[in-house]
């Protein structure tokens, strides 16, 4: 098997076998670290004799690197002895427990005690199996930046003796949020990118969609967990189509909506479904928003009216100046851009998205439409020297040139 073959199976097993070894250990870091340890030594191995059962390998290498590691700290005998006459077998995984493991794995990667770097950086590393190099390319940061975030995460969570158990049903509802949250975070980092030569992180949104995915299968009961796994599979269902052979960005009214994923739009629709029993919550909110672009066969035949409402709603339950701008898009689209360009007045007059490419980006568009070609060439240009992610800029830049 070669190196290949070894990341699969580490992003598929990582978060049972790192569950495991700290429910085993109960240390966080040294499960970790005991497991990184077993995938550089099947790198070496498996190209030579691949193991029959790759996951128990995983599993029993790791296992005896953590024993190891208690051994050699002489204050933890008893710990040791312990773990030596534990009741795992090597080359098994304890199918019992794997589900509560994993799900206990993401409130610890997202514990409030953490900052949010650190959270993300665990949550990928630990949970989704991404190496330090692919979390580095993902972020734009330094490969020693994201290792010092992990180990300061780590180090953290060992100093606040956060236990590896999940947490009370009352508290787990209330830590639910920040998990939500971090996911959200990684996906809108993979759609669009804050920086950098593309557009779309395929790979970065698809981990925060299969973590999602896990979220929702453990915790089935919680509407706003569904309301975001159809978020990321509204959105993921565009990715064909927002970009061109050579990733330049195509906007949403030049998008071949044939190319548009249908079983994503199918999937996201289902969790939506989901996601509304009891009134929909704001991740939930933002679904709607999708599906009725996913919905609609043209940007001139989408129900604006109703993405407006929508974004009113959103506004309402969890405010916040992009809302706004968002809302302020779909005034335009419904309304005409008079409306809308007051809204984002409203904006740049209380300064709420300082140093942001997007308020000049959306009064740019509007200037356009009102024939107001001077102003307008002026925010775009703007815009784009804001903008640190080169498809974007490239888009503003032509948009600026059209007006001249």
Not at 33 to 60: R, T
Not at 67 to 73: E, P
Not at 188 to 215: P, Q
């Amino acid at each position: 098997m070669d190196a290949a073959g070894v990341e699969a199976v580490w992003r598929i097993e990582s978060a049972r076998i790192v569950a495991a070894l700290t429910r085993f250990t109960g240390d966080f870091g040294l499960a970790e670290d005991a497991a990184q340890e077993a995938v550089a030594e099947a790198l070496v191995s498996w190209p030579v004799a691949a193991p029959a059962s790759p996951a128990g390998w995983l599993m029993a290498t790791a296992r005896r690197r953590a024993i190891d590691a208690i051994r050699r700290r002489t204050a933890l005998k008893d710990r040791y002895a312990l773990l030596a006459t534990a009741s795992v077998v090597d080359d098994e995984i304890d199918p019992d427990r794997i589900d509560d493991d994993i799900l206990a794995l993401m409130f610890i990667s997202c514990h409030p005690v953490l900052s949010r770097e650190s959270q993300v950086a665990l949550t990928l590393r630990v949970v989704g199996g991404l190496s330090s190099e692919e979390i580095a390319r993902a972020f734009l940061v330094s490969v020693p930046t994201v290792q010092a975030r992990i180990t300061r995460g780590k180090k953290t969570i060992a100093a606040a003796g956060v236990p590896f158990e999940l947490p009370a049903a009352d508290e787990r509802r209330e830590r639910l949020s920040g998990v939500l949250s971090v996911l959200y975070v990684i996906f809108t980092e993979g759609s669009t990118a804050t920086s950098g030569e593309r557009l779309v992180r395929h790979d970065v949104a698809y981990e925060a969609i299969r973590l999602a995915r896990t979220l929702a299968a453990l915790q089935p009961d919680e509407p706003e967990v569904h309301g975001l796994l159809a978020l990321f599979e509204l959105t993921a269902a565009r990715f064909p189509a927002r970009t061109d052979s050579d990733g330049s960005a195509i906007l949403l009214e030049d998008q071949d909506r044939r190319r548009w994923d249908l079983s994503a739009i199918r999937r996201g629709l289902g969790a939506l479904v989901k996601a509304s029993p009891r009134g929909l919550g704001p991740y939930g909110l933002q679904a709607a928003i999708a599906a009725a672009h996913a919905s609609a066969r043209s940007v001139e035949e989408t129900d604006w009216d109703r993405i407006v409402v929508l974004y009113e709603a959103l506004g309402r339950v969890a405010p916040s100046p992009v809302v706004e701008l968002n809302r302020a898009v779909a005034v335009a689209m419904a309304s005409g851009p008079a409306q809308a360009l007051a809204i984002v007045d409203e904006l740049v007059a209380l300064d709420r998205l300082p140093g942001s490419h997007l308020v000049p980006t959306v009064r740019g568009e509007l200037l356009t439409r009102l024939g107001r070609h001077t102003e307008a060439r002026a925010e775009l240009e703007l815009a784009a020297r804001l903008c640190t992610n080169q498809p974007e800029r490239s888009i503003l830049l032509r948009k600026a040139a059209a007006l001249d």
